[in-house]
């Protein structure tokens, strides 16, 4: 009964699986990081872990109904000889409802932040905060779930996986999250790397699929250079003020 626990086959294909599960999670940590970080401070990590609380649920919800996830890529209706399915009709509604957002964000983050006292807009804004998240988990669950169901056929394997990926994602998500918070010119580019999912994402959903290699290497590319920004001016900063001190 146990002899899984001696299959290297098995194990090869659950550390695997956990490690596309966190590069596919990546996405959803920066959205959640950016929506968490327009809440008060002593909200934000409850934020988090609710979201991501609710993308493991919504995985493992999708993995126990493997029926129908396998169902939603059954043609529904077809658009200019383009054959549409649930699956591309979710990637569709929510790479634009990602792409409204992420264009929402870079123009309130270009006008400066609008804050609001009391503790009942507070309480909307993470009310807010919190549905939205849930919506995007969705859509990002069945890209991991699909995932998942094309590399692994034991389920215990997928779902074993799945949570361990997850609790990466919630200690990474804290470090990331204030590392946002810290450079403005990183939540910039966040928001810029959602605009591109969000258009990925569309892309997808009318059957034009784009290799995800693409798209974490120019991610990565960016990221890499804007820090190697932030180290320079830093830099440039310390020495600044080591000549004013000087004076």
Known sequence: MLDWVTDPQIWIGFFTLVALEIVLGIDNIIFISILAGKLPPEQRDRARVLGLGAALITRLLLLLALSWVVQLTEPLFAVFGHEISGRDLILLLGGLFLLGKSVTEIGHSMDGPVGKDGKKAAAASFAAVIIQIMVLDIVFSLDSVITA???????????????????????????????????????????????????????????????????????????????????????????????????
């Open 149 to 247: 169901v094309g590399m692994v056929d034991e389920l215990g394997v997928m779902i074993a996986a799945v949570v361990v990926a997850v609790l990466v994602m919630l200690f990474a998500s804290g470090p990331i999250s204030r590392f946002v918070d810290r450079h403005p010119s990183i939540k910039m580019l966040a928001l810029a790397f959602l605009v591109l999912i969000g258009v990925v994402l569309i892309a997808e959903g009318f059957g034009q699929h784009i290799p995800k290699g693409y798209i974490y290497f120019a991610m990565a590319f960016s990221l890499v250079v804007e820090l190697l920004n932030i180290r320079a001016r830093g830099k440039r900063a310390g020495a600044t003020g080591g000549r004013r001190s000087l004076r």
